[in-house]
């Protein structure tokens, strides 16, 4: 498939990403679950609108306004998004009223805006897009999946010169508790900073949203996006290998042009396990980045990690507390191989 | 109706506005404090979670919600003994 330029984007996440100089200065917390730092939607959202929209609709809206700003471009052809579990907070609520209210009378608010395509519908409304409009829900391959069905919209159709695609998702009291009785976050309390260092049983929650303007013509490019590959449960290193080397090769790459590769580890030793055998064993040459340490682990965290190798590719910098080997690569090609639970994926991108 | 102004506020998340800025003739939509559609549907959530009171016929609420005082009176007039 022909590749896509970078030609704006935004994040909002644990991290000063929003707006700030790159590369940011990494913030530390000394507890499992990173919540978002929140800027002042009153230059994206009008106040009365904001009245009525839980926290993840208004950073996933902003961001995904910022990002068309960032590319100058008012409307998009087609809106393409990810979530894991959508507006969880205004599902939360919902089911709480109608318990409350026993099955009775319940405020409509809440129920609007528990559908998981809120965030996709409102920027489409906010900017005038009647296009194409889809929210993809497919666990740890949710954004994977919108990048991929940008990818075919362009290659299919002409006329699709500009798409806006991007990933958002929360971590509300309710899931947080309901992960940690599930024991996927750690017994005790790490320093995000020290995650990676200290790998144990379990992660840090996180989240956040990250929107692209992905586009066929390059404007002031941040990075080219080649492609994204998707691998459910491999059994082996060597199937990760063999599709990795297809991959690369459609895309007319070898390993060794790979110079940075943004890893999705997580912490948790044995959810690590392939990934770090894999960056020991077989990415030995590369620059390799960690980066849910910086946002906490959740289902589309792999489109923080492409806000990263995008802006790594522009600037040529790279935050410092990212780096979990230095083999002095340049940052030509970046590879972002993203595991979440059985959810293998590869993002490609250069400069 | 100093009651109801509060209920208002709180139920439509008006956060810029005091519940004593709101006038009992000042009209709810359109003008006046700019409520829309959905608003009306909390407007009638609020009426039956607080004072037990449903909206008999839908029609009627444009004159029902067109200010505090209406649905003040409304409330007087409907609310269950």
Known sequence: ????????????????????????????????????????????????????????????????????????????????????????????????????????????????????????????????????????????????????????????????????????????????????????????????????????????????AAFFLLSTEKVDTYAILHGSEILYKPTSTDKVKFKLEAFLSRNKLVLSDIDIVISGLCGDAKRDEMLGNLNDNYFTAQTILGYKHLCGEYMTSSAFALWLGSMIAKTGSIPAETIIRDSHRLTSNILIYNVYKNDHAFVLLSK | MKTLKVQIVEQLNLQQIKPEDIGDDQPLFVEGLALDSIDALELIVLLQQKYGIKLANPADGPQIFKTVRNIAQYITDNRPK
């Open chain 1, 1 to 208: 498939m022909k590749p896509l330029y970078i030609n704006g984007l935004s994040c909002i996440s644990p991290q000063p990403t929003f707006g700030a100089e790159f590369p940011f200065e990494a913030k530390r917390y000394d507890s499992n679950r990173l919540s978002c730092i929140e800027p002042d939607y009153a230059p994206y959202i009008d106040p009365k609108a904001s009245r009525r929209m839980g926290r993840l609709l208004k950073y996933g809206t902003t961001v995904g306004l910022q990002a068309l700003r960032d590319a100058g471009v008012g409307s998009p052809d087609a809106i393409s998004t990810g979530t894991g579990f959508g507006l969880l907070d205004d599902s939360g609520k919902f089911l709480k009223n109608v318990t409350e209210a026993e099955e009775g009378v319940v405020s409509p608010t809440a129920f609007i805006q528990s559908t998981h395509n809120t965030v996709s519908s409102n920027i489409a409304l906010t900017v005038g897009c009647k296009g194409h409009n889809n929210t993809f829900v497919n666990k740890g391959f949710s954004f994977e999946s919108a990048l991929l069905d940008a990818q075919m919209l362009a290659e299919e159709n002409a006329a699709m010169k500009n798409i806006l695609v991007g990933a958002y998702d929360e971590t509300t009291d309710y899931s947080y508790t309901i992960m940690k009785r599930l024991r996927l976050i750690r017994e005790q309390e790490i320093a995000n900073l020290d995650l990676l260092q200290t790998p144990g049983s379990g992660t840090i929650a996180g989240e956040g």
